[in-house]
C-alpha cells in the first residue's frame, strides 16, 4: 500500500446516511462505479484497503494543474477526506465534495428502490385482516391515489353549490375543516393495521434485495399475485 502524503490544502467532512451499518462498506463499490471509473484516465491511482479503522478508499484525480487525492472512510459513517497540491481552484474542490455525497445520496436511493419493507403488529397476524378482505370505496378513494380523492370532492362541491349556491362556500369551509379536524382518524380507521392500547407498536422490517433480485421479486408477484408474498411474510 502506497504511502498517503500530508498536504497542506486539506478538506475533511463527515457524511451520516440512512443506510443500515451493514451496508456502509458497499458504499465505497458504489462510488468506484458510480464515480471514479467515469473518470478513466484521469484517476493515477485507486487502492482499496481495510485496516483496525474498517474500510477505506483512496484514488488520486489528475488534473490541468495539479492532482486531488480523495480518502473515504467507511464505518458507522462516511468520512471524507479531501486533499490536493498544485494550482488546483476551490471550486473544483468543492465541486468533487458535492459530486461525492451526491453519489452517496444515489446509493441510498438505490437501497430504497430494491429493498421490500414488512410491518409486524405484536400479538397480531402477520397478514393484516383489511388486506385479506376486499377494500371498501371509502378506502380506495384515500389510499389508492390522491386524483381519486380529489375528484370524489370536486363533485361533492357541485353537489353543494346544486343545493344551494348562496350557503354552498361556507359549506365547503366546514367540510374542509371537518375533514383536517378528523384527518388522523380517517387515517387510523383506512390503516392496515389497528393500533390499540394493547399493541401501540408496529415493527418495520426493511430487507434490502440486489436489483436483480428485486426484479425477480418483482415477477414472481406479477405470475403468483401479492398473496404469494404474504405468505412468504408468514
Not at 24 to 38: C, G, N, V
Amino acid at each position: 500500500m502506497a504511502e498517503w502524503k500530508a498536504f497542506e490544502n486539506r478538506m475533511s467532512f463527515t457524511v451520516y446516511t440512512s443506510v443500515n451499518e451493514a451496508h456502509i462498506p458497499r458504499i465505497l463499490d458504489f462510488i468506484y462505479d458510480t464515480y471514479i471509473l467515469p473518470l478513466g484516465y484521469r484517476i493515477l491511482r485507486v487502492e482499496r484497503f481495510r485496516d483496525f479503522l474498517g474500510e477505506a478508499l483512496r484514488f488520486t484525480i489528475a488534473l490541468d494543474r495539479g492532482y486531488v487525492h480523495v480518502e473515504i472512510r467507511a464505518s458507522k459513517i462516511l468520512e471524507f477526506t479531501i486533499v490536493w497540491e498544485g494550482s488546483v481552484d476551490k471550486y473544483t474542490i468543492e465541486q468533487i465534495r458535492e459530486d461525492l455525497i451526491i453519489a452517496v445520496r444515489m446509493f441510498e436511493d438505490t437501497i430504497r428502490k430494491s429493498s421490500v419493507f414488512f410491518t409486524f403488529v405484536e400479538n397480531s397476524s402477520p397478514v393484516p385482516e383489511k388486506l385479506m378482505a376486499k377494500r371498501r370505496i371509502v378506502e380506495r378513494i384515500f389510499t389508492d391515489s390522491m386524483i381519486t380523492f380529489f375528484v370524489a370532492f370536486l363533485i361533492i362541491n357541485m353537489v353543494i353549490f346544486m343545493i344551494n349556491p348562496v350557503l354552498a362556500p361556507i359549506a365547503i369551509v366546514v367540510l374542509q375543516f371537518c375533514i383536517l379536524l378528523f384527518s388522523h382518524k380517517i387515517i387510523m380507521s383506512l390503516g392496515d393495521w389497528k393500533i390499540t392500547a394493547k399493541n401501540q407498536h408496529v415493527t418495520i422490517l426493511q430487507y434490502y434485495m440486489s436489483p436483480d433480485e428485486y426484479r425477480m421479486l418483482l415477477d414472481m408477484i406479477k405470475v403468483k399475485g401479492r398473496n404469494w408474498l404474504y405468505q412468504v411474510k408468514r
